[in-house]
Structure formats: structure tokens, C-alpha cells
């Protein structure tokens, strides 16, 4: 009997990890180009996207464990791991040259997922379905923020799954709902411990405390830079509109820089940059255009916002100067104890972390952080995207219009799919802007 | 058409059904007996009985609209919570002593959130029901059923003994018992009884004291025993989904000549598909076992899918299912997608299945009946 070569299946998620990886690179090669200090800095993002997927692509090339986390389940704990680690909950985010997102978005509803299922969820199974997605050694779900995620954990271990194999853990939430709650971050610091001790059952990886505080340490100082930056953005004129900070800043933290002191740097510079912007008085509107400050109050429509946030700033003066996933209130970790350090990182996961913290708990968190964007930042008007997958969001609909009222701010209400722009297509979205700017005595 | 069923027993029922506040409220009340609401059958109605509150299982039964939900809803909610707030506000609940709240989904939740903005009732508390049903989460969940039990017992100035518990178990058990050997009958290839007719004998269970109750369905018992339904079907139906409270939808089904002879539903099957453990000494805990972890669950529990999925699948079997219908509200995601796990699942069981969307109150039946009829065509009948 003549022995086969050993062929290697290759893993299509992690073809789509490597072609991601060569995209972002090329991306920042072309934006690189632009001579603007700012654009410079954005680039520099693509160079960390690029090397979370190289890091995937290694640990696969080279037989060695890697998993799949998330930004409010102590992502921490895979660089403290030696765990190299993905977002499984990146579809959306990260989606690039394969198929369009309108494409993925049509196919996972012709695959019977309905179109008044949040996309992001939609388009995360679509990809689980396709394989698209790198099957890791062990997988930590994430079963909140909103009722769609635990549902894409049940189809990822559902039998008709790639992943159906994939050892899983998923730290339960059960929290109360006030902010803070000590029971809660408890309860959720034990769901941690069991998580760190599985992640070492099934990846034969141990947790070494001292490397868990040194990557806690550094990214304590992501978060005090963030907070710098944040405060940086209360200027008026605001530096800073849709484009800079906010989501880029999360990415960074949460995503595809945890605890990496060259993100370290990349706050440091953000925050550089900003200051001397802020000193020079020079701000993201047109100059001689009155500035209307806005709080966008959901995530950033990231794939589409280009298509009339410019829009926005040059014709009405109108900026986005705070966005829900962009604000934060993050208490730094004490690393001086065991103890100290999981109470930190569920705290951290639970109430800190923005989405996680607005959507898990009760409305009195959504007012509390919409009072004090509101005061901080300045804001003239709230806009509420009111993202048809956000059910719980839309379901605060009647407060947050209340309390904006009784803040004196306006509430602007769109109704949009933050993933899809022909939900309601940008010239809708114009037009409402418009017809709002005109009523509200801004145009 | 069947001949109606004759006990009063089943009259004093579809009384109960066919709105909110019915009579067997009114004399509890008239007596100075307390109501509680409670929205989702993973709360304890034990408790309450213990307290010596009569629970009523939330629903919007004749609800006329949502504009009053919608002032504080969108339109991509859920009409169930859509049409509670709307009756809310108009006072359709005022009946009630107060109102328990689990986070069961997130519209639930956002629910409590407007019921404390708009100050419907005196005494509204949330209950933190975990996402999965081990041991640490029934420990959790037990701690969950002290801290109601305790903010019951300050409320309303009573005091809910273990002893009590221990009892309110048995009568619910009993009454558990008693719906299973409904069901049971319903196996017989002439069931006595039709689908429409078991929901409202379902749903009453959720809005009268319940010994009374346990009496009533003894009483319908009786007559359901040598009753025979006279009408023949041509295909027989297991309906599975959540919330559906609604006798008219089952009608529909029925009338083009599908019987519904068992169910998976949250206001049916799954209510008493197993007894409490009155083994287990604290009845607390057994409370959290039960309700977290015994009982089937629905897609809100992360770890059951599998345990669903047999509970779908035995369940369609022993009651001799041709096929099953699977029901869903519009905007809820958790169905959503257990309906696409569902279809792969019981296309690989061989067992035809009709997703179905609908919602919260049923107007219109003309759609329904034209999707169940060709759902029955496809599978021969
Ligand atoms: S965008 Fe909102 S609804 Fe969609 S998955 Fe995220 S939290 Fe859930
Ligand atoms: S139908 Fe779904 S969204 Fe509506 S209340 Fe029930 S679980 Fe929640």
C-alpha cells in the first residue's frame, strides 16, 4: 500500500482571513498615500487589522491553538493566553472584496433568515453557514448584547454547522440591572475564572496572572488615552466628526488591538494630533458655518456613513460629535490583586463596554448616558438611527424622545438599518435630514 | 361542525379566555383577593399562590390597536408587547395589584422599562432570568425567586412560608396532571376535543384561582372521556412556537382541516410537560430547577436546542403528527431563528413543516387558511 501525501483541506475562513488580511494592507498602501497627518493615522488601523488576521492565519499555518472571543468577554484573556484570537462577530465590520454586503445580506435571507432579523446577526449566521468563518480550537460566546446573539451561538452549535464541533463556553451575563451592580460583576467575574480555566482544558494553554496584569496594565492605558481623546472632542469647534475616533477607538481597544502597546502609541498620537488641533481652535465644519453638534445614539453606520455625513457637515455645519460606541466611561483595572483583576474585566465586559452596557440593562442606564453625552459634549441634537434589529433600543423609543425634550435637545428619529443603505436609501435619509434642519430653524 | 362541549366547566373557561378581567377575577377580587401580573411562563406562579395573590399570565386579548404602544414602541416591535402597552395605557390592566417582569427578550424588558416610565402599576418588579440552565444559573436563578419573594412579602404585607410553597407546588402539579390527561386524549385517532378548544382551556389555567381550576378541568374531564369529535380532518397537526394566546388562530387552522392535537407552545404543551420536583427539600430551589431547567424551554436558553429539538420531535410523534406548523411573531428574533434551525431539523427527521408569521391579535384569517391548506396538500392529505 503506498502511502498518500497528507493533503491539507484548507479552511475557507481562513482563505477569507488571509484575502481580508492582503486587503487591508493594500488598503492602507493606497490611503497611505494621501499626505494628511489624520488620514495617517486612520491607516495605521488597517496595518492592526491586517496583523489580528496574520496572527490567525500563523496559528493555523503552524498547528497551534487559536480561538474566537469578543470585546465584552475579557479579550484580554487571549494575548494573556498566548491565544491568538478573532472576533467571531465581525462579518459586518470587516467585510471586505469576497461579496458585497448587499450580496450576503440577500443570501442569508434567501437561506430563510427573515429581513426583520437584525443584518448584523443575519449576516454573522450566513457567514457560520458558508464555512466562512475560521473554525478555532474553542470558541467564548457571547450571549448578550440583544436576543440575536444568543441565537447565532445555537445555530454555530447547531448539527448543521462547521462549528458544531467547536468546544464552547459562554459566559452567562445574569445581571441585575443597575449599573455597577456588585452581585452581577461577581457572578460575571466567576463566569470569567471558568471561562480562562476551560480555554486552558481545551487549548492545553495556561493562564499566567503575571502576563494577564501586564496585558490588563497596557490596556488600561488604551483606555485612560481614549478618555483623553474623548475629552478632547467636548472642544468647540469639535475637532473630530464621524470619520476620526469613536469607532476606530473601539476597534482598537476592544478588537484588534487589546492590549498592544503599539496601539498604545496609536492612542498617544490620536491624542497628540487632537490637542494641537484644539489649541489651533480648527474644527471638521467649514469655517464661517455655525456648528450643530450631534450625538449619534447607536453604532456608526460604518459601510455607508461616508455617503452623507460629509454631506452633513458641509452643507448644514451639522457634526457628529459623539457616537454611542465612541463614548465611554471606562474605570481602569486594579491589577494589585486576583481578585481586583476579575472584578475589573467583568466590570469592564458588563457595564463599561458601550452597546453591552446601554442594552443589557434598563432604560435608566440609555437615559443616564444620553444626559451626560448630552451635557458633556454640548449636543444640540440627539439623533436616534433607530436600527430596525435594535429591538431593544426601539423599544426605548418614548423615553429617550421624552427625556431629550426635558433636556431641551432635539430628537431626531430616522429608522435606518445601520448595515444596509437601501433600507432607507441615503436620499431618504437626506431628505429627512433636510426637511428636519428646516423645521428645527437650522436652515 | 362538532357539537360545542356541554359541561359549564368549559363555559366558565372560554369566559376566562375571551377577554382580560373575566368573572372568576371579579369574585376573587369581591372576596378582597390581590392580582398579580406576571408576562412569561418561566416565573414562578408558586410563589404568588403562596403569597395568596391570584397570578394572571399577561396577555392583550381584544385589544383594539397599538397607536398607544406605538408612541412608545416603533413599528419593528413586537405586537404583543405593542398591544400590552397600548391596553396599559388605556387602563385595560387597572385590575391588577402589581406586575412581574422577566428579561425574557428585550422587548419584554423594554416593556418593564415603560410600565415604571408610565407608572401603570403599584408594584412592578424585574426578574433576572440567566441565558442558560446549569447548576450555577439555577443557584442564581434561586437567588432571583428569594428576592421577588421577599419584595412580594414587603409589598404586600404577607408572608410566603416554605410550607405554603410545598402546598402552592402540589396544587400546580395537580393542575399540570390534569392538562397532561387532556392531552392525552387527544392521542385517540378521534380526539374528543380540537385544538381551539384545548388554547382556551390552556389559557383559562392562567387567569382563575387555580384550584378552581383543577376543579373545572376535573369536571371537563369527565365528559371528555366519552366524547368524540364528529367531524373527520384530513391531517393531524403539532403547532409550535411562543406566545400565542389566541383560540381564533387554531380556529383557522382547523377549519381548513387541519387538528391541532398537541402543541409546543408557551401558553400549551410546554406549561405542564413535567411536574415540579417535590422531592428536592427547598422548594425555592426546586422552583429554580423547574422553571429553569426541567421544564422545555424556548429559544431564549442557549444551551437547549438539542433538548428542543427532541421535545418538537418526540412530541409530534407520540401524538401521531402528520406534520408541524410553527408559528412566530413578526420581529422576534429568537423565534426567527429557531424556525431556520427547525427547518433544517425536521427536514432531516422527514417531518413536514409550515413556518408561519403572524400577529400578536388575529384579523383576517383569510392568508393563514390559504397557507395551512396547501401545507396539508403538499403532505398528501
Ligand atoms: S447591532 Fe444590535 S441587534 Fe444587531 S447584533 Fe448588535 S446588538 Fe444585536
Ligand atoms: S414574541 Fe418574541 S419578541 Fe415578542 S414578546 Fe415573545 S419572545 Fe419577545
Redesign the interface.
Known amino acids: 500500500m503506498t502511502e498518500a501525501a497528507e493533503v491539507k483541506i484548507d479552511d475557507p475562513g481562513i482563505q477569507r482571513f488571509r484575502e481580508e488580511r492582503d486587503q487591508f494592507t493594500n488598503l492602507g498602501a493606497m490611503i497611505g498615500l494621501i499626505d494628511d497627518p489624520e488620514v495617517k493615522l486612520n491607516v495605521r488601523i488597517t496595518a492592526f487589522v491586517a496583523k489580528a488576521r496574520q496572527k490567525i492565519v500563523d496559528a493555523y499555518e503552524q498547528g497551534r491553538p487559536f480561538i474566537a472571543n469578543n470585546y465584552c468577554t475579557a479579550p484580554e484573556l487571549g494575548l494573556a493566553m498566548d491565544l491568538p484570537w478573532f472576533m467571531l462577530f465581525d462579518a459586518p465590520f470587516t467585510l471586505m472584496g469576497r461579496q458585497s454586503l448587499h450580496e450576503v445580506i440577500d443570501e442569508s435571507v434567501a437561506?430563510?433568515?427573515?429581513s426583520?432579523?437584525?443584518t448584523a446577526?443575519r449576516t454573522n449566521?450566513y457567514y457560520v453557514e458558508k464555512n466562512l468563518v475560521p473554525v478555532p480550537t474553542a470558541a467564548v460566546?457571547f450571549?448578550?448584547p440583544?436576543?440575536?446573539m444568543?441565537?447565532?451561538?445555537?445555530?454555530m452549535?447547531?448539527?448543521?454547522s462547521s462549528w458544531r464541533d467547536v468546544p464552547l463556553i459562554?459566559p452567562?451575563?445574569?445581571?441585575?440591572?443597575a449599573d455597577g451592580n456588585i452581585e452581577s460583576i461577581d457572578?460575571f467575574a466567576?463566569?470569567l475564572r471558568k471561562t480562562a480555566a476551560f480555554l486552558t482544558e481545551h487549548t492545553g494553554n495556561k493562564l499566567d496572572m503575571d502576563k494577564l496584569k501586564e496585558v490588563i496594565d497596557e490596556s488600561n492605558k488604551h483606555y485612560e488615552l481614549w478618555q483623553e481623546y474623548n475629552d478632547l472632542r467636548r472642544a468647540v469647534p469639535a475637532p473630530h466628526g464621524h470619520s476620526m475616533g469613536g469607532q476606530t477607538c473601539y476597534s482598537m481597544a476592544q478588537i484588534f488591538g487589546v492590549g498592544d502597546p503599539d496601539v498604545t502609541t496609536w492612542f498617544q498620537d490620536l491624542v497628540d494630533l487632537t490637542e494641537e488641533k484644539v489649541a489651533a481652535g480648527k474644527g471638521v465644519i467649514p469655517e464661517g458655518k455655525k456648528e450643530i453638534r450631534l450625538f449619534w445614539f447607536d453604532l456608526n453606520p460604518t459601510t455607508f456613513a461616508d455617503q452623507f455625513m460629509p454631506w452633513l457637515e458641509e452643507e448644514y455645519g451639522a457634526v457628529m460629535v459623539m457616537d454611542m460606541l465612541g463614548y465611554h466611561d471606562y474605570t481602569t483595572i486594579d491589577t494589585s490583586s486576583e481578585e481586583e483583576i476579575w472584578r475589573g474585566l467583568a466590570k469592564r465586559g458588563l457595564f463599561d463596554t458601550p452597546m453591552v452596557r446601554q442594552?443589557i440593562g434598563?432604560?435608566?442606564g440609555f437615559v443616564k448616558d444620553l444626559h451626560r453625552v448630552v451635557e458633556d459634549f454640548k449636543i444640540d441634537v440627539v439623533i436616534w438611527p433607530?436600527h430596525?434589529?435594535h429591538?431593544?433600543m426601539?423599544?426605548?423609543?418614548?423615553?429617550m424622545r421624552?427625556a431629550c425634550r426635558e433636556l431641551g435637545v432635539h430628537f431626531f428619529d430616522i429608522?435606518m438599518d445601520i448595515w444596509d443603505d437601501r433600507y432607507t436609501p441615503i436620499d431618504q435619509v437626506k431628505d429627512k435630514f433636510t426637511r428636519f434642519f428646516e423645521a428645527a430653524g437650522y436652515a | 361542525m362538532n357539537t360545542p362541549i356541554k359541561s359549564e366547566a368549559f363555559s366558565i373557561m372560554t369566559q376566562a379566555t375571551a377577554g382580560l378581567e373575566n368573572p372568576a377575577i371579579d369574585e376573587w377580587k369581591a372576596q378582597g383577593g390581590k392580582t398579580i401580573g406576571y408576562f412569561c411562563s418561566m416565573l414562578p406562579e408558586e410563589l404568588f399562590l403562596a403569597g395568596g395573590l391570584l397570578p394572571f399570565r399577561m396577555r392583550a386579548t381584544g385589544s383594539e390597536g397599538t397607536d398607544g404602544g406605538d408612541s412608545y414602541f416603533t413599528n419593528n416591535n413586537c405586537t404583543f408587547v405593542r398591544h400590552c402597552f397600548s391596553v396599559a395605557l388605556d387602563g385595560g390592566y387597572d385590575f391588577l395589584d402589581g406586575v412581574v417582569v422577566i428579561n425574557s427578550c428585550d422587548q419584554i424588558r423594554r416593556l418593564y422599562d415603560n410600565w415604571l416610565h408610565k407608572d401603570i402599576s403599584p408594584f412592578v418588579h424585574m426578574v433576572a432570568l440567566p441565558r442558560q440552565s446549569g447548576p450555577d444559573q439555577v443557584e442564581w436563578y434561586t437567588g432571583e425567586f428569594h428576592r421577588l419573594r421577599k419584595s412580594i412579602e414587603e409589598h404586600f404585607k404577607v408572608e410566603i412560608t416554605d410550607k405554603g410553597l410545598r402546598e402552592a407546588i402540589a396544587v400546580m402539579n395537580e393542575t399540570r396532571r390534569l392538562q397532561r390527561e387532556v392531552y392525552e386524549l387527544r392521542k385517540r385517532e378521534r380526539p374528543p376535543i380540537t385544538g381551539a378548544e384545548t388554547m382556551a382551556i390552556m389559557v383559562a389555567g392562567t387567569a382563575m384561582p387555580k384550584v378552581r381550576y383543577n376543579e373545572l378541568l376535573r369536571e371537563l374531564l369527565t365528559e371528555l372521556e366519552t366524547r368524540e369529535l364528529e367531524t373527520t380532518y384530513r391531517a393531524r397537526i403539532m403547532v409550535t412556537g411562543g406566545i400565542l394566546d389566541d383560540p381564533t388562530w387554531m380556529e383557522a387552522v382547523e377549519e381548513v382541516g387541519g387538528l391541532v392535537v398537541t402543541d409546543g407552545t408557551c401558553f400549551g404543551g410546554r406549561l405542564m410537560h413535567c411536574d415540579v420536583d417535590e422531592d428536592i427539600v427547598d422548594p425555592m430551589e426546586a422552583l429554580s430547577q423547574y422553571y429553569l431547567a426541567d421544564r422545555p424551554s424556548c429559544p431564549r436558553m442557549i444551551d437547549t436546542q438539542v433538548k428542543r429539538k427532541n421535545y418538537t420531535v418526540d412530541l409530534a410523534r407520540e401524538f401521531n403528527c402528520d406534520g408541524i406548523i410553527g408559528e412566530k411573531m413578526m420581529f422576534c428574533d429568537m423565534w426567527q431563528v429557531e424556525q431556520f434551525m427547525m427547518t433544517m431539523d425536521l427536514k432531516e427527521e422527514e417531518i413536514p413543516f409550515l413556518k408561519l408569521e403572524r400577529e400578536y391579535i388575529t384579523s383576517g384569517t383569510g392568508q393563514l387558511k390559504t397557507r395551512v391548506q396547501a401545507f396539508i396538500e403538499t403532505m398528501g392529505k
Not at chain 1, 437561506?111 to 427573515?114: K, P, S
Not at chain 1, 444568543?150 to 445555530?155: K, N, R, T
Open positions: 437561506m430563510g433568515l427573515g426583520d432579523l437584525c446577526i449566521i460566546g450571549v448578550f440583544c436576543d440575536g444568543p441565537m447565532l451561538h445555537q445555530v452549535g447547531h448539527s448543521s459562554c452567562d451575563p445574569a445581571p441585575y440591572f457572578y466567576n463566569e442594552s434598563t432604560a435608566d433607530g430596525m434589529g429591538k431593544e426601539l423599544g426605548t423609543y418614548g423615553i421624552e429608522r
